[in-house]
């Protein structure tokens, strides 16, 4: 396997290391170049064979100080070649409007996003043209924020309306609710339930069972008419079972007339 780095030279048998001398001359005038790549920053033509160079083609390509300037920024030039005729293309950067000029060898293609009234406004024209779309954008933020902070705000108010009636309704308890019932309801409507629930608890008071629920402790009067005061008297009552009666089966063969036969032993 060869060595990638050499670090033997061949020298010819008529080398003669006397006849290398060194040259002075003056060093070359002129705008420094340098080789660097990049793209076609712009779609273009060639003038000498019409093809057609596309935008993003990369090149390798000489860049070199142009000597101008534009408020203190430095104007650089370009140079690279036809793809197909391998003619001199040259190109200048434009900081004032933030493009490319085309200088000669090529013209640049029609792009319509370019509009007339651009190049024919003035300086002031152009910042205040800035200036009113920077206003317009800038209002248009605000407002987006206003209304989302809004939004914000009503979202907040309904979350706590939502937390505060839930809290009202885990603190109520069963009388609560009657009351709200109650008040909702019709007086004459009230009236008629209060005295049920009164002769409900007289009731229950009165007919009270004793410790075998067999005796129930009746109000009788002393002549037996109910006028005079009570006596305690128990009496003995039947209390009702609610046990199940089976029915006997109706005979709808008798009532057809139709007899059953004897079984025969």
Request: glycine share 4%; net charge neutral.
């Amino acid at each position: 396997m060869s060595e990638r780095k050499v670090l033997q030279k061949y020298y010819p048998p008529d080398f003669d290391p006397s006849k290398i001398v060194r040259h002075k001359g003056p060093k070359p005038t002129g705008p420094k170049q340098q080789t660097v790549r990049l793209m076609a920053p712009f779609s273009m033509k060639c003038l000498t064979c019409g093809e057609f160079i596309y935008k993003g083609r990369k090149f390798n390509a000489r860049k070199e100080h142009s000597g101008e300037k534009y408020y203190n920024i430095s104007i650089f030039r370009f140079y690279i070649r036809c793809t197909r005729c391998s003619s001199e293309v040259t190109f200048k950067t434009d900081p004032k409007n933030m493009d490319y000029t085309c200088e000669k060898g090529a013209i640049r293609n029609f792009e319509p996003w370019r509009d007339i009234r651009e190049q024919d406004e003035t300086e002031e024209e152009r910042l205040n043209r800035l200036e009113e779309e920077e206003n317009e954008s800038a209002m248009a933020k605000l407002e987006t924020k206003t209304l989302d902070s809004k939004r914000e705000m009503q979202i907040a108010d309904a979350l706590d309306e939502i937390r505060t009636r839930n809290a009202r309704n885990e603190r109520f308890d069963s009388a609560d609710v009657l009351d709200t019932l109650l008040e909702i309801t019709d007086p004459a409507e009230l009236e008629l339930l209060r005295q049920e629930e009164e002769d409900a608890e007289l009731a229950r008071k009165a007919f009270r069972t004793e410790e075998d629920d067999k005796f129930v402790r009746r109000v009788v009067d002393e002549d037996g008419s109910g006028e005079a005061g009570p006596s305690n008297e128990e009496v003995k009552v039947d209390i009702p079972s609610f046990k199940k009666t089976v029915k006997r089966k109706r005979d709808m063969g008798a009532a057809l007339g139709i007899k059953k036969l004897k079984p025969l032993v």
